[in-house]
């Protein structure tokens, strides 16, 4: 299957020209990870190893698996703050692959999901750590001048958070007619009649969370590198947080069948530890945080509402998922709650002023 996606030998012909190195005539390709996102391949050769990323195949949308755009923003932040494997060669043709794709540097580093590595983050001062290297990485990444990195254009920041909205309640519409969810409806319609003002658009990775970065071994609060690029945009960096926050549960949210839920285990911070250090690094006000919160809750059931429908269809090759229609209105619930929290005032910083 590898060699079908990867075709070593065209490709190797394509990385020995691009790295001056022969030894790339001469690779192996492993698949590191798959589905209906973009592929990643792990490249070895004499020389080492790189990273291929490259659509799945089948069909595609015309808007999707944009490898051109995830090249784009890791060139732009390279050297930055941020830190961002070097894009090693960009091919936007259709050949040799048959499909755009590119190659990176590989980055050594943890990438965390289900469970701790053996001796990494074993102490509650390192996941503490963990998750302030995290929340200074979103940070940096949103204090990023995009104008100077060469991504004014990267994305359309007005009326960003309507068209997310927008864009959620009619998924919603469109995977509900054989279950709809009242309590799911009521927390979109709550969200787009009371969409506040946004702060001053930032980059945006669009999927930032713990899994999405690769972590220094000898030190957890150090990012090595973050991955999956391919959701970027310039627009509401607190869309980036109430993800970030969501997907960090604590120990008396509900679990989900979706979602590792490691953060939940002794030792690691609850969310409102890194709602402060963000608010601290970037003067926005905590107060705020309740709507994004919610709106994360409605995207991710709405992403369950999506699975379950399909599940029921039989689309989805009998993978089991657990009670995924049971989690819509509970996390449509956790929303609504999230919105209490928020009283509807304007966005503003503790300072006066975004920083």
Known sequence: MSGELVRPARLGRVLASATDDDAW??????????GKSNLTFELTSAS???ILRRPPSGALLPSAHDMTREVRVQRALHGSAVPVPRIVHLEEGAEPLGVPFY?????????????LPAGFASTAEEKRALADGLVDTLAALHTVDVASVGLADFGRPEGFLERQVRRWRDQSARSSSDRPSPELEALGATLARRVPVSPPPALLHGDFRLDNCMLVPEAPGRVAAVLDWEMSTVGDPLTDLGMLLFFWFGPDDRTSSLVPSLTQTPGFPEREHLARRYAAATGIDPEVLGYYEAFA???????????????AAG??????????????PGRAEDGLLALERWS?????TTSGGWR
């Open 297 to 311: 809750n409605f995207k991710f059931a709405v992403i369950a509402q999506g699975i379950a429908a399909r599940v």
């Open 25 to 34: 005539l001469h690779l192996e390709a492993r698949l590191v990870a798959g």
């Open 103 to 115: 190659v990176m540097e590989k980055v050594e580093g943890h990438i965390v999901r289900d469970e």
């Open 344 to 348: 509807g005032a304007e966005t503003r």
């Open 48 to 50: 080492g190893a790189l």
């Open 315 to 328: 689309a989805m090759a009998g993978q089991e998922f657990g009670d995924v229609a049971g989690e819509v």
